[in-house]
């Protein structure tokens, strides 16, 4: 039997018949799993190599992973095409923290089954990532034991060092990290960077490491290392956007056809949030040679050869486990942890709970951990607390015994309460000062649904009540600005002083344009959504503004991905006109040289006790005029 194949574009073709999946699904009587997994192979075997799952059959995708994981030399002739839907029931099950380490907090994701007899395992990311692009395979893997993916320091959510680390430095933040959970023993997994730390993570605490699996372990030549060095130099922030283009398209080159463009949206976003201390992995990696360590392992080792751009370097890491395997995957690219996740934990189980050498305590020599340096305490702490929607994450500056209200800043959509990091320096010298993620920017879980500034105020109602402060001050920055507001109306008993940055008050026809505009994010595949995005941004950014700034708002803003115009919509959706007249605590209302500069006076008839302050900065204007700010807000505050 032969089956005709069509192509679908330029290097990529598919059997004409293809295999539906929806029979498989169960909706329509009991399928036999096992029986369903053998056909698949005899499918493939016939030349009907593609599958579909576009409707998201549930339980199709898995068994169609067993049949992968089952069927080695057949897994490489096989296209499933499906959608993108992430489980948010399993992703729930992974939870986010803080511990101290040694450069600052270290922010980690994690779930755990309860009860296990098996091994913990640590997931140690690539460079410039975090530990988010683990969060599909942590929520499957720890559904029978305890799984940790820690942001390594500068990078996602982690405190970064005073300098440059190199990758001893990194593993013993790792070591720390699970001293300071009091983990004895783990299996760890590590992505590129990440697999030279597990490395050396197995060299320096030979009696923590059970097990490693390492995605890559390149073996460079020379020439190979001069160019890798040369392509992650630092990037220079255009204000075109351009310094994107390279981003993206690197993204693009190593992609398969099954990974979805959110998939690459995505792991830009987490790679911009490093900012400047973005290279610094990159820099370590390549300070850090495989081919010295890797032989000097003595636990099991598993190496997954991807189809990207450390294909070639990894294959010669084959000669060189002293204990393990190279295993070749040439389907799978950046992004198949996401797309591939049931296959891939198959695998991870099948050698971590599997027959293999046992650790050999002692085995290896441990290597001299580095010496923490001292830190001073930072100004700011993190940390998350329970909402109605999952965890909500939140900065806190200033002590618990400073004499004055504490003031608790909503941010802007889309945003997060990062950008008002140096304005909670600045207002903590003398009070508790907070700033919330709202639900579904930042780190903070996103609601089912779109939720109305109603919602949002209810929500950090619910979080002031849980820190258990009786008392507080707000201030908000666009839709923060009717966040403060509403939450003004709903809890008079709890808010005092209101400070809001702009008023949105649209005519009807404004509201239109507006609305029209806020739409859900479209990723396109030149990454052209990216360059307009950022290149919009500076029209409303003056020149003193330092680039990193508008950098580090952009990077918070395309966080939210799919949900981050549900912010929009609930600003343009409340009445705020409606609102304003009935506030009766104090209320200061700023206006800057923005956006909404138009807008905002409007709001002027409206107060029912409160003035309108002009002010000749735009956006940007917490982190360039820090003190002067402050300076307006507590003359109106403390009055």
């Known amino acids: 039997m032969s089956v005709e194949r069509f192509q679908v574009a330029p290097g990529y073709d598919i059997s004409r018949l293809i295999k539906g999946g929806w029979h498989l699904a169960g909706g329509h009587g009991d399928v036999d799993r096992d029986q369903a997994i053998k056909d698949m192979a005899v499918f493939v075997e016939k030349g009907i190599t593609t599958f579909d799952c576009a409707d998201h059959y549930t339980g199709v995708e898995e068994m169609i992973g067993d049949f992968r994981a089952s069927h080695p030399s057949l897994a490489p ?17 992974v939870k986010r923290d803080y511990v101290d380490g040694r450069y600052g907090q270290l922010h980690y994701r994690w779930a755990d089954p309860g009860a296990t007899d098996r091994a913990p395992v640590l997931f140690i990311h690539s460079s410039p990532s975090s530990g988010r692009m683990w969060e599909a395979l942590l929520a499957e893997v720890g559904n029978d034991r305890l799984v940790l993916a820690p942001d390594t320091p500068g990078f996602g959510d982690s405190a970064a060092p005073p300098a440059a680390p190199e990758i001893a430095d990194y593993a013993a933040t790792m070591g720390d990290f699970l001293d300071e959970l009091g983990i004895a023993e783990v299996d760890v997994v590590g992505y590129h960077t990440g697999s030279k730390t597990c490395v050396e993570l197995a060299l320096q605490r030979p009696d923590m490491v059970r097990r490693l699996v390492l995605f890559s372990a390149p073996i460079y030549s020379d020439e190979e290392l001069a160019k890798q060095k040369s392509d992650y130099a630092p990037e220079k922030i255009e204000r075109d956007g351009s310094h994107l283009a390279w981003r993206w398209n690197f993204s693009k080159t190593f992609r398969k056809s099954d990974i979805p463009w959110i998939v690459s949206h995505r792991g830009i976003a987490e790679s911009l949030k490093g900012g400047a201390q973005s290279p610094w992995g990159h820099r370590a990696a390549f300070n850090y040679h495989h081919a010295e360590n890797l032989p000097k392992v003595r636990q099991p080792v598993l190496v997954f050869n991807f189809g990207d751009d450390l294909t070639g370097p990894t294959a010669r890491a084959a000669e060189l486990v002293a204990n393990g395997r190279v295993e070749d995957l040439p389907d ?24 293999g050498a046992p650790l050999s305590t002692g085995a290896n020599t441990p290597k001299p951990v580095p010496t923490a340096p001292e830190i001073k305490p930072p100004p700011i702490r993190r940390s998350f607390h329970a909402g109605p929607h999952g965890l909500l994450h939140i900065r806190r500056a200033g002590q618990s015994d400073a004499p004055k209200i504490p003031l608790v800043m909503f941010h802007m959509s889309p945003n997060s309460g990062r950008i008002y990091e140096a304005f909670l320096t600045e207002m903590g010298r003398d009070r508790i000062a907070l700033a919330p993620d709202t639900p579904g920017f930042g780190e903070s879980d996103a609601p089912q649904s779109p939720p109305t500034i109603e919602d949002y105020a209810a929500c950090m109602g619910g979080l002031i009540d849980e820190l258990g402060f009786k008392r507080i001050d707000v201030m908000g920055y666009h839709t923060g600005s009717q966040t403060a ?13 209101v400070v809001m940055v702009s ?25 052209s959504h990216l360059i307009k995005r950022f290149a919009g941004l500076w029209q409303f950014y003056g020149t003193e503004v330092e680039d990193t700034v508008v950098a580090r708002n952009f990077c918070e803003s395309l966080r939210g991905g799919p949900v981050a115009w549900w912010g929009h919509r609930a600003a343009f959706t409340y009445a705020m006109a409606e609102k304003i007249p009935t506030v009766n605590q104090p209320v200061l209302l700023l206006n800057p ?5 138009e807008q905002t006076p ?23 005029h820090t003190a002067e700010i402050g300076a307006i807000l507590r003359q109106f505050l403390d009055t």
């Open 77 to 93: 002739l096989v296209q499933v095409h499906t959608k993108f839907v992430p489980d948010y029931e399993k992703l729930g099950n």
């Open 503 to 527: 008023a949105p008050l649209y005519t009807a026809d404004e509201r239109e344009i507006r609305h029209a505009r806020n739409k859900p994010l479209v990723v396109e595949e030149d990454g």
């Open 593 to 597: 040289d923005d956006d909404l500069a």
């Open 485 to 497: 507001m509403e939450l003004a109306c709903q809890r008079p008993d709890l808010v005092g002083n």
């Open 602 to 624: 409007r709001a002027g008839p409206l107060l029912n006790n409160g003035r309108i302050h002009d002010l000749p900065y735009s956006h940007g204007m917490l982190d360039a």
């Open 332 to 355: 799978y690219s950046h992004g198949s942890i996401d797309v591939h996740t049931a296959s891939i934990a198959i695998r991870l189980r099948d050698f971590f709970d599997g027959p």
